[in-house]
């Protein structure tokens, strides 16, 4: 997952989560969760990743 600065362009956020086919999301959304965490469904689960 990759945080893009909206002026700038540049990267400002970046982690792995994963790769294969377990990781796999399908296509699906990408949620934010009330508490800051990105939620995102994927072939096996849920995936959630937060900045801290």
Same mark, same amino acid.
């Given at each position: 997952? #990759?945080?893009v600065? $909206?002026?700038t362009g540049k #990267?400002?956020?970046k982690v792995f989560a994963g790769? *294969?086919?377990n990781w796999n &999301? @399908?296509?699906g959304p990408i949620t934010i969760g009330p508490n800051g965490r990105a939620y995102i469904g994927v $072939? &096996? *689960?849920l995936v959630s990743? @937060?900045?801290g």
């Open positions: 997952m #990759t945080a600065d $909206f002026e #990267t400002v956020y790769c *294969g086919r &999301n @399908s296509y $072939f &096996n *689960g990743i @937060s900045d």
